[in-house]
């Protein structure tokens, strides 16, 4: 069964603090992995990972993929309160359609100040 | 910047009505989706759509559930008779259809379905 796997559920840090957030997957014929951001309601796309190694930029975040070692991370530099929220990572496969994705259950993460 | 929008934000219903939960995506994508998600638990896939018809649906979408495109805009999430286990917050999601951007989902707000 194909399956994707956060951790930490939770993670609570002080404003300024570097995260780092993993994701670990077993899924035959993986495509691609993303990451969100879900603050009150609706995930908000982050990063699209297909290659291994090449990361991938966005202010303080960042986040890279290691499909030998079936891997994600989420990287937060110089945190924010702004930055509390669930950060949930999904695979996409082949073999099911083009459109599912095998979502992780995500990190909480809490920022204070 | 375009949006997914959702309406109603938060819905009320008894159980064994019907609901439509309605969503209007970005107006050039092509792939539209359902998701749910129970409070405290997983985003759940429920439905893909695309050219009019539905691509791929979960295990969790049954004969209760079903999908239409009734115009150029919108996209609706219909729940027959429903029942106490579907209170969830159901995000309705869109892509482009542009290679390598068909992956990259747009969420709008969610409708809160409390189903008493």
């Known amino acids: 069964e194909d399956k994707v796997v956060q951790s930490p559920l939770s993670l609570v840090v002080h404003e300024g603090d570097t995260v780092t957030l993993n994701c670990s997957y077993e899924?035959?014929?993986?495509?691609?992995l993303l990451w969100y951001k879900q603050e009150k309601k609706a995930p908000t796309f982050l990063f699209m990972l297909?290659?291994s190694g090449i990361e991938k930029k966005s202010g303080r975040l960042s986040s890279i993929l290691d499909k030998k070692e079936l891997f994600s991370i989420l990287n937060i530099t110089a945190t924010q309160t702004g930055d509390s929220a669930i950060y949930l990572c999904?695979?996409?496969?082949?073999?099911?359609?083009?459109?599912?994705?095998?979502w992780g259950a995500g990190t909480k993460l809490i920022i204070k100040p | 910047e375009p949006e997914v929008t959702q309406t109603p934000s938060h819905q009320v219903t008894q159980m064994g009505q019907e609901v439509i939960l309605r969503c209007v995506p970005i107006?050039?994508?092509?792939?539209f989706y359902w998701y749910r998600q129970i409070l405290g638990q997983k985003v759940e896939f429920l439905v893909s759509?695309?050219?009019?018809?539905?691509?791929?649906k979960s295990e969790i979408f049954d004969d209760q559930f079903s999908v239409e495109r009734p115009d150029g805009s919108n996209f609706t999430l219909k729940i027959r008779s429903t029942k106490l286990e579907d209170s969830a917050m159901y995000f309705c999601?869109?892509?482009?259809?542009?290679?390598?951007?068909?992956?990259?989902?747009?969420f709008g707000p969610g409708t809160r379905l409390t189903v008493t």
């Open positions: 999904a695979v996409d496969v082949y073999g099911y359609s083009n459109y599912q994705l095998i």
């Open positions: 899924v035959t014929n993986f495509r691609s």
């Open positions: 297909t290659s």
């Open positions: 107006s050039n994508h092509l792939y």
């Open positions: 759509f695309y050219n009019n018809e539905i691509s791929e």
């Open positions: 999601a869109s892509s482009a259809g542009t290679s390598g951007r068909r992956y990259e989902q747009y």
